[in-house]
């Protein structure tokens, strides 16, 4: 594919990402609203300005590093999800989910910014923890008599569509480092902002 064809898919995925920004609620994933099967799973994560940054983010990140980190990062991050999700399912409390879903964006905002590339065999366990954070939120607001399977299926394709979309963006930003790094403050000033209204 030629550059040019490159960036306008990149262009469209960033604008398809960028378009649910636009209309999410900031704690909108987290108020407990009816999430019964892989529909409600789905949407979850569309619903709040954090998930959605964090795992863009995280897409756009495995972009720029090198190395078997690219795919492990986002297998790293739906993997600790769909424990955080069972460990929410159970009933087992956790502290300070919220402030390490807002810490996450931070961070992979800040990461986007400095270009890992090829030394970020640590990433995959980032993912992983981060992922547990937020896989805890979705388990929690599962409501009682819910399909834990169904929806858990749900909010896994949801969270690989949107690394995928973010993974494009970051193919598309390899060659604009101005606008990467751009992008990661974006992201991590966001993530600021959502820290301090915790």
């Given at each position: 594919?030629r550059?040019?064809?490159?960036?306008?898919?990149?262009?469209?995925?960033?604008?398809?990402?960028?378009?649910?920004?636009?209309?999410?609620?900031?704690?909108?994933?987290?108020?407990?609203?009816?999430?019964?099967?892989?529909?409600?799973?789905?949407?979850?994560?569309?619903?709040?300005?954090?998930?959605?940054?964090?795992?863009?983010?995280?897409?756009?990140?495995?972009?720029?590093?090198?190395?078997?980190?690219?795919?492990?990062?986002?297998?790293?991050?739906?993997?600790g999800?769909?424990?955080?999700?069972?460990?929410?399912?159970?009933?087992?409390?956790?502290?300070?989910?919220?402030?390490?879903?807002?810490?996450?964006?931070?961070?992979?905002?800040?990461?986007?910014?400095?270009?890992?590339?090829?030394?970020?065999?640590?990433?995959?366990?980032?993912?992983?923890?981060f992922?547990?954070?937020?896989?805890?939120?979705?388990?929690?607001?599962?409501?009682?008599?819910?399909?834990?399977v169904?929806?858990?299926?749900?909010?896994?394709?949801?969270?690989?569509?949107?690394?995928?979309?973010?993974?494009?963006?970051?193919?598309?930003?390899?060659?604009?480092?101005?606008?990467?790094?751009?992008?990661?403050?974006?992201?991590?000033?966001?993530?600021?902002?959502?820290?301090?209204?915790?």
């Amino acid at each position: 594919m030629r550059c040019s064809g490159l960036r306008e898919v990149a262009t469209a995925c960033f604008a398809g990402a960028v378009a649910p920004l636009l209309v999410a609620d900031g704690a909108g994933a987290h108020t407990g609203l009816p999430a019964g099967g892989a529909a409600d799973g789905l949407r979850h994560p569309l619903l709040g300005l954090d998930h959605l940054l964090a795992m863009v983010a995280v897409g756009v990140l495995a972009a720029g590093v090198r190395g078997r980190a690219a795919w492990l990062m986002p297998v790293g991050f739906v993997t600790g999800m769909i424990v955080g999700g069972c460990l929410g399912f159970a009933g087992l409390e956790a502290p300070l989910v919220e402030a390490a879903i807002a810490t996450s964006v931070v961070t992979l905002g800040a990461l986007i910014v400095v270009r890992v590339g090829d030394r970020g065999a640590w990433l995959p366990l980032v993912a992983a923890a981060f992922g547990l954070a937020h896989g805890h939120a979705h388990g929690t607001e599962l409501p009682t008599g819910a399909v834990p399977v169904a929806y858990t299926a749900g909010f896994v394709a949801a969270t690989a569509a949107l690394h995928l979309a973010g993974a494009a963006i970051g193919v598309g930003l390899r060659r604009t480092p101005n606008l990467r790094v751009a992008s990661g403050v974006l992201v991590a000033v966001v993530g600021v902002l959502l820290v301090t209204t915790l």
